[in-house]
């Protein structure tokens, strides 16, 4: 089965290869002729999670899915939750992210936080979603030189390395976004509607 996944991020299509059933023939944005920005526009993760999907399905007529995943900080009601990419501004920069996070969690005690993805299937017309959730803390200095975005400040609970101090087989083993994907492969194991 073909599906195109609807993302320009390079870390995100690495990770997801990784996951995904070997049933499924994964396509990027380039290889359908899209070289355009997403829209994401809805102010939530779920809804611009649906909006790409939507967008990529209505305008390449190709079975998709995309993804939207946010960081959750409980200290800082929610933020940077559905703008955790543009966190420190519009350039979307990894480093000046988390720079700001740890500035605006100085002080603070209470360090829970999670991360989420929902990830959207539009298959033959039909929407489906799937999320993910790893709950955790932020510690206090980056630690790790693997992964992207939050990944070296954040804690899964549990463990004693941050997502940035894992392998990327580790990581998938654990993260929000593998959690997501191992629920979309089952889904279209199980279900012809999406075939073809």
């Known amino acids: ?51 790409k999907a939507e967008f990529v399905y209505s305008t390449y007529h190709v079975n998709c899915f ?7 900080v409980e200290a800082l009601h929610g933020a940077p939750g559905v703008d955790s990419a543009f966190y420190a501004g519009p350039q979307k920069n990894h480093s000046d992210n988390v ?27 039909k929407v489906f979603q799937f999320e993910g959730i790893l709950n955790g803390r932020i510690v206090e200095v980056p630690r790790g030189e693997n992964g992207f975005g939050y990944d070296p400040v954040f804690l899964p609970d549990g463990f004693s390395n941050t997502l940035a101090e894992m392998t990327l ?23 012809p509607i999406v075939d073809g």
């Open 1 to 51: 089965m073909e599906l195109c996944f609807a993302t320009n991020n390079e870390h995100k299509l690495e990770e997801v290869k990784k996951s995904l059933a070997r049933q499924i023939h994964l396509l990027t944005l380039q290889q359908i002729g899209c070289y355009e920005e997403l829209p994401e526009t809805t102010g939530t993760i779920k809804g611009n999670s649906q909006q």
């Open 66 to 72: 995309a993804d939207d995943s946010g960081l959750e």
């Open 99 to 125: 720079q700001l996070l740890l500035r605006n969690m100085q002080g603070i005690s209470n360090r829970a936080a999670r991360f989420i993805t929902v990830i959207t299937l539009v298959a033959g017309g």
């Open 169 to 191: 087989e580790k990581k998938n083993k654990i993260s929000h976004r593998a959690k997501a994907i191992e629920k979309l492969t089952k889904f279209i194991s199980g279900n």
